[in-house]
Nanobody, 123 residues
């Protein structure tokens, strides 16, 4: 099974920016996504990208602030987060998802999970 590793999240002030990365141990035919888990809440999808890079999906709060991208040469998935908000604090995990369901941003469509990385946004 593919291994997904997120090197590190970080902390930022509200209004600031952070970039998350995720490295895959091998190439697969799956699509990719980022999820966020806030303590006491269900894990929610933040953004996804088709494996061909032809389409992306964002949850409402991420639209126009976050950008998901991928680099096939390095087998990396990137999430650029701008204009951060305190409610964006949580554990962010990259994931591989079924390509016929990549647009759902649903945990039930996840094939593999990264270990997660903490993002803290202070007000």
């Amino acid at each position: 099974q593919v291994q997904l590793v997120e090197p590190g999240g970080g902390s930022a002030q509200a209004g600031g920016s952070l970039t998350l990365s995720c490295a895959a141990s091998e190439s697969t035919d799956y699509c990719s996504a980022w999820f966020r888990h806030v303590s006491g809440q269900d894990r929610e999808g933040v953004a996804s990208i088709h494996r061909l890079g032809t389409d992306t999906k964002y949850e409402d709060s991420a639209k126009e602030r976050f950008t998901i991208s991928k680099n096939d040469a390095t087998k990396s998935l990137i999430l650029q987060m701008n204009t951060l908000k305190p409610e964006g604090t949580g554990m962010y995990s990259c994931a591989q998802v079924f390509c016929n369901r990549y647009y759902t941003l649903a945990t039930q469509d996840v094939v593999s999970w990264g270990q997660g990385t903490q993002v803290t946004v202070s007000s």
